[in-house]
């Protein structure tokens, strides 16, 4: 493994990703006799309460997907917990001294590891890692990480083994492609026939072939995935479970007691609740929780277009339609002045959370010292006031040329968010401005299907709420997620990440440079000026850093979690221990 050089790491971000659950039931009929002390020990038991829907993970917005992916595709590299380039189908991490890096910093050449094959025996090759790439950054394929590989001119096929890939300009975060949580390198034999409009189609989504560790054997999208030990795999004597079972469906809580408690799961992911209640679940004796402050973030996001109005092509929330009054930036800082924060985190997340004001929340160069966060209603009310924003017939909702402050509020169903949801609609309704609350199952939220019309891409309400961060050791990625040209649309089929549909010049301006600015502190300067720009106009709200919380059986060992990469990421090194057993 090869460490960064501390200005590197200077120019590294920091992110956590969720964990993994599963239920002792499987898709098949549950035997009446219990399960033998081998098979537990040969099984490994994932509880996802947001169950997966798809194992492309350059085709689905959401973690659940991408973790569901990891267990059999891999990366280029991936960075650990130390801020170390780990290879995976590399066969060692570019340096300028071993002529990787270019000097001008316009490309970097990846040598990638001999004798490798798919799970199906294909023999893993450069042309799949050029593959990936077009496939990535077809639009009419519509990949969600299609924003990450913008930096790209091309990728070169050297020799069978040698891909060089060629930047538009000089590139500080060479390392932001192929590498980590949205590097997953496809199978091109499995997709070539399915590179545009009928991506979806592929039947490499739901049984997808892989390097890694294990393979997938069923997929019931929306409930289960089992895995078997891919025969192929690099270091096939090493893999310790002969079968892995990645059950989802049902909810955080549950999940955590499934592990801590009753021990009918080996793995919880994403933790989501209330820190009294994990604290109590934990006394179970069975698991332990592992929590680890990344950058992940639970923000409230701010609709700019209105949701209630169509074009005539039936698109909402269309550029078109600009939205009645969150376009008013005065309206947006009252919002933020009502939300209390300190609440949420301190009642709700406990030592699991901390309130913060800032979109950049790791690693810590980056975190402005700009930014501040204030509960103040009385503040937030002549805001609104001075924007002209009364309740002019008395019936306790704010109006304005006929409109009144009606919102629709948007989340996943998860208890600890719906609670939050409470604490903000009381706040905001307390000073006049109306809400209904919806909440909407994961698999369904996070899918990344343009056909839903329930996506997070969509954002059919005025206001929703979810947690991301930052996914590479570099936040340009992550800021990304803000430029006019991420903005998902009916034009584009629904890709991008700029759900808001916030459209400046100026931070754009700002992220371009940022991705071509070579000194670390000058860089640093950019990115703490995009967040400022992001806070201080109120174009999202952030609420609380999360930590990123599992719950694991006490008999596993190797899981090492890592904010640069999901937490499957090294599947490969998990282990049971055999307990003792009397005679």
Same mark, same amino acid.
């Given at each position: 493994m090869i460490k960064y050089s501390k200005n590197l790491i200077k120019t590294s971000?920091?992110?956590?990703?969720?964990?993994?659950?599963?239920?002792?039931?499987?898709?098949?009929?549950?035997?009446?006799?219990?399960?033998?002390?081998?098979?537990? =020990? /040969?099984?490994?038991? +994932?509880?996802?309460?947001? @169950?997966?829907? *798809?194992?492309?993970?350059?085709?689905?917005?959401?973690?659940?997907?991408?973790?569901?992916?990891?267990?059999?595709?891999?990366?280029?590299?991936?960075? =650990? /917990?130390?801020?170390? +380039?780990?290879?995976?189908? @590399?066969?060692? *991490?570019?340096?300028?001294?071993?002529?990787g890096i270019a000097k001008d910093g316009k490309s970097v050449t990846w040598k990638l590891k001999q004798n490798l094959k798919w799970s199906d025996g294909t023999p893993f090759t450069a042309d799949d890692v050029v593959f990936t790439y077009e496939f990535i950054s077809n639009p009419d394929v519509g990949s969600s990480t299609a924003g990450t590989y913008k930096i790209i001119e091309n990728v070169e096929k050297i020799d069978d083994f040698t891909v060089k890939i060629n930047f538009q300009d000089v590139t500080p975060g060479w390392f932001l492609v192929f590498v980590g949580t949205e590097g997953m390198i496809l199978p091109k034999h499995k997709f070539q026939d399915y590179q545009g409009v009928n991506s979806r189609q592929a039947p490499a989504n739901l049984n997808p072939v892989g390097t890694g560790a294990y393979q997938v054997v069923e997929f019931k999208p929306g409930d289960v995935v089992i895995y078997e030990p891919n025969p192929n795999f690099r270091e096939a004597k090493t893999v310790s479970f002969q079968r892995v079972e990645l059950k989802g469906g049902g909810d955080a809580t549950s999940a955590a007691r499934a592990v801590l408690q009753t021990g009918d799961a080996d793995f919880a992911y994403n933790l989501q609740v209330e820190a009294t209640v994990l604290k109590q679940l934990e006394t179970g004796g069975k698991g332990k929780l592992i929590s680890n402050f990344g950058s992940l973030m639970e923000r409230v996001l701010i609709n700019q277009t209105d949701p209630n109005q169509a074009t005539p092509e039936g698109e909402r929330s269309?550029?078109?339609?600009?939205?009645?009054?969150?376009?008013?930036?005065?309206?947006?800082?009252?919002?933020?002045?009502?939300?209390?924060?300190?609440?949420?985190?301190?009642?709700?997340?406990?030592?699991?959370?901390?309130?913060?004001?800032?979109?950049?929340?790791?690693?810590?160069?980056?975190?402005?010292?700009?930014?501040?966060?204030?509960?103040?209603?009385?503040?937030?009310?002549?805001?609104?006031?001075?924007?002209?924003?009364?309740?002019?017939?008395?019936?306790?909702?704010?109006?304005?040329?006929?409109i009144e402050m009606k919102i629709l509020f948007q989340t996943s169903v998860n208890p600890l968010r719906q609670k939050t949801q409470e604490v903000i609609k009381q706040s905001l309704e307390s000073i006049g401005i109306a809400v209904e609350l919806k909440s909407i199952d994961p698999s369904v939220y996070f899918a990344g299907d343009p056909a839903n019309s329930d996506t997070v891409e969509h954002f059919y309400a005025d206001l929703q709420m979810f947690t991301t961060g930052n996914t590479s050791p570099d936040p340009t990625s992550y800021l990304k997620t803000y430029t006019c040209d991420e903005i998902p649309q009916k034009a584009n089929n629904w890709t991008g990440d700029n759900a808001s549909r916030y459209c400046d010049q100026n931070y754009d301006n700002l992220w371009k440079q940022s991705t071509i600015e070579l000194d670390p502190q000058n860089r640093q300067q950019l990115l703490i000026q995009m967040n400022d720009l992001l806070v201080k106009n109120a174009i999202v709200i952030p609420l609380v850093h999360r930590a990123d919380i599992i719950g694991i059986n006490t008999q596993i060992t190797g899981v090492e979690l890592t904010p640069w990469d999901l937490n499957t990421w090294n599947i490969h090194n998990w282990k049971k221990n055999h307990p003792m057993i009397d005679t």
């Amino acid at each position: 493994m090869i460490k960064y050089s501390k200005n590197l790491i200077k120019t590294s971000l920091f992110i956590l990703f969720s964990l993994l659950c599963i239920n002792s039931c499987t898709s098949q009929p549950q035997s009446k006799n219990p399960q033998s002390i081998s098979d537990q =020990n /040969n099984t490994l038991r +994932l509880l996802y309460w947001q @169950a997966p829907t *798809i194992l492309n993970p350059h085709l689905s917005t959401g973690f659940k997907d991408s973790e569901a992916s990891r267990i059999t595709l891999e990366p280029l590299a991936s960075f =650990n /917990n130390q801020g170390e +380039l780990i290879p995976f189908l @590399a066969a060692e *991490i570019p340096t300028i001294e071993n002529g990787g890096i270019a000097k001008d910093g316009k490309s970097v050449t990846w040598k990638l590891k001999q004798n490798l094959k798919w799970s199906d025996g294909t023999p893993f090759t450069a042309d799949d890692v050029v593959f990936t790439y077009e496939f990535i950054s077809n639009p009419d394929v519509g990949s969600s990480t299609a924003g990450t590989y913008k930096i790209i001119e091309n990728v070169e096929k050297i020799d069978d083994f040698t891909v060089k890939i060629n930047f538009q300009d000089v590139t500080p975060g060479w390392f932001l492609v192929f590498v980590g949580t949205e590097g997953m390198i496809l199978p091109k034999h499995k997709f070539q026939d399915y590179q545009g409009v009928n991506s979806r189609q592929a039947p490499a989504n739901l049984n997808p072939v892989g390097t890694g560790a294990y393979q997938v054997v069923e997929f019931k999208p929306g409930d289960v995935v089992i895995y078997e030990p891919n025969p192929n795999f690099r270091e096939a004597k090493t893999v310790s479970f002969q079968r892995v079972e990645l059950k989802g469906g049902g909810d955080a809580t549950s999940a955590a007691r499934a592990v801590l408690q009753t021990g009918d799961a080996d793995f919880a992911y994403n933790l989501q609740v209330e820190a009294t209640v994990l604290k109590q679940l934990e006394t179970g004796g069975k698991g332990k929780l592992i929590s680890n402050f990344g950058s992940l973030m639970e923000r409230v996001l701010i609709n700019q277009t209105d949701p209630n109005q169509a074009t005539p092509e039936g698109e909402r929330s269309s550029l078109k339609f600009p939205h009645p009054f969150f376009t008013d930036e005065s309206v947006r800082q009252a919002l933020s002045l009502a939300i209390d924060r300190e609440t949420i985190a301190n009642q709700l997340y406990g030592v699991t959370g901390k309130p913060t004001a800032n979109f950049i929340v790791a690693p810590q160069q980056f975190v402005s010292e700009n930014t501040g966060y204030e509960f103040n209603r009385q503040k937030a009310e002549i805001l609104l006031d001075q924007a002209g924003w009364k309740d002019s017939n008395n019936n306790g909702i704010r109006d304005k040329n006929g409109i009144e402050m009606k919102i629709l509020f948007q989340t996943s169903v998860n208890p600890l968010r719906q609670k939050t949801q409470e604490v903000i609609k009381q706040s905001l309704e307390s000073i006049g401005i109306a809400v209904e609350l919806k909440s909407i199952d994961p698999s369904v939220y996070f899918a990344g299907d343009p056909a839903n019309s329930d996506t997070v891409e969509h954002f059919y309400a005025d206001l929703q709420m979810f947690t991301t961060g930052n996914t590479s050791p570099d936040p340009t990625s992550y800021l990304k997620t803000y430029t006019c040209d991420e903005i998902p649309q009916k034009a584009n089929n629904w890709t991008g990440d700029n759900a808001s549909r916030y459209c400046d010049q100026n931070y754009d301006n700002l992220w371009k440079q940022s991705t071509i600015e070579l000194d670390p502190q000058n860089r640093q300067q950019l990115l703490i000026q995009m967040n400022d720009l992001l806070v201080k106009n109120a174009i999202v709200i952030p609420l609380v850093h999360r930590a990123d919380i599992i719950g694991i059986n006490t008999q596993i060992t190797g899981v090492e979690l890592t904010p640069w990469d999901l937490n499957t990421w090294n599947i490969h090194n998990w282990k049971k221990n055999h307990p003792m057993i009397d005679t």
